[in-house]
């Protein structure tokens, strides 16, 4: 690989038609604490088509997941990482005009990555991005239990999973069993076998609602003190806490919880989590929406962001903790494409992960 760092790149851009174009745009420049990545893959999030078609504002960069080499280093790295490093992480994408993980380059803090581990393949640790510190956020920090690394919850203890063949997921299920979980994952039949092979000790079909809630009841003796809905739309939410029976503390979603939901069982604390807060900056949500939504700065979430890629690759290496199965794409041009396939909900039991450069 050439050390030579152009001024300008191949960049996914938003455009004026709620969707994203490849275009030439300069090489960010690093701050304090930042390093350049050469980007090698890119992986897809549905946040990244939700942010093309709905929140971000043209000229802004799209893309969050990556995995690539250091090329540079900016001043007072915390982590001291090197050029020629391997690292994976994510990115903010679609709100500024110089981050985003779909292009040739991106500006990286050093210390919301991880280096990739020997024996982990780079296109699979580009999927250890938004999906796998929304697990974390969830299970660990919102749930309030110690990562596998730390410690484990008492043995025998029942974990739900709601939309455990999704991205987020498949992740919640090896990270809910290292953390010594018994899992059940709710699913569709033709991704039982996915989640199984993620340490899933029992999976119920989602189609048919009655049945799954008898049978969760049933093998978990009456309900779960804490779960996770990956999918939190579409009556998920109300699925989800009755599968927790009578047991239930607190279940987590991704998405906004309507207010109704919150009544349902008011023994249960439903909370929700965004992943976006881990980079400790203020921002809007919304910029291409009529109303803003100012997100606030979070000192605790910045600094538990930076105890997850701190721990990542011991995860991987030491607790069990698998990537997504890779779908690998062709390039940057190719991205559209898959944001339209997420769009349409073609995307089951796999992430899509671009290859940028060799
Ligand atoms: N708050 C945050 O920070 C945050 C972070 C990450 C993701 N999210 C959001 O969380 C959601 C999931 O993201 P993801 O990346 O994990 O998605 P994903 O991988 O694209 O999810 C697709 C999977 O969800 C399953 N699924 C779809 N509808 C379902 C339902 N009603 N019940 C059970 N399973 C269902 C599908 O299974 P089938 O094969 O049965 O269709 C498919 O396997 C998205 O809305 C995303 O925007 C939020």
Not at 135 to 141: E, G, T, V
Not at 187 to 215: M, N, W
Not at 306 to 316: N, Q, S, V
Request: hydrophobic content about 35%; proline content about 5%; some cysteine.
């Amino acid at each position: 690989m050439s050390n030579e760092i152009p001024r300008t790149m191949r960049a996914l851009v938003q455009n004026e038609d709620h969707w994203v174009q490849v275009k030439e745009v300069s090489v960010p420049a690093l701050q304090k604490n930042e390093v350049l990545v050469k980007i090698e893959y890119a992986a897809q999030n549905p946040t990244d088509w939700k942010h093309a078609c709905f929140m971000s504002e043209p000229g802004v960069q799209s893309g969050n997941d990556f995995a690539g080499t250091v090329v540079s280093l900016g001043d007072n790295l915390s982590t001291p990482l090197k050029v020629g490093d391997k690292v994976a992480g994510c990115t903010h994408g679609g709100i500024w005009k110089d981050r985003g993980a779909y292009a040739e380059y991106a500006r990286i803090e050093s210390d919301m990555c991880f280096k990739v581990p020997e024996g982990t393949k780079l296109d699979e640790a580009a999927t250890f991005g938004v999906a796998w510190v929304t697990a974390c956020q969830a299970l660990i920090d919102s749930q309030k239990k110690p990562f596998p690394t730390e410690g484990k919850v008492p043995e025998g203890t029942w974990y739900i999973i709601y939309g455990a063949s999704s991205s987020v997921g498949l992740f919640a299920v090896s990270l809910a069993k290292a953390m010594g979980y018994r899992v059940i994952g709710i699913a569709s039949p033709h991704s039982f076998s996915l989640v199984k092979s993620y340490g899933a000790d029992e999976v119920l079909d989602y189609h048919d609602k009655d049945k799954a809630v008898a049978e969760a009841l049933q093998i978990t003796g009456g309900g779960v003190e804490y779960a996770l809905d990956t999918i939190s739309e579409k009556g998920s939410y109300e699925f989800t806490l009755a599968l927790m029976g009578d047991k239930g503390k607190q279940l987590n979603g991704i998405l906004p919880i309507p207010e109704e939901v919150k009544k349902i069982n008011p023994k249960i604390n439903v909370t929700s989590t965004l992943m976006y807060t881990l980079f400790g900056r203020e921002f809007n949500f919304t910029p291409a929406a009529p109303k803003d939504t100012i997100i606030p700065a979070s000192e605790h979430d910045h600094q538990f962001g930076k105890e997850i890629f701190a721990k990542t690759a011991d995860l991987i290496t030491k607790h069990g903790i698998k990537a997504n199965p890779v779908s690998l794409k062709g390039g940057l041009d190719d991205v559209p494409t898959g944001f339209q396939e997420q769009k349409e909900l073609k995307v089951s039991g796999k992430k899509l992960v671009y290859k940028i450069a060799d």
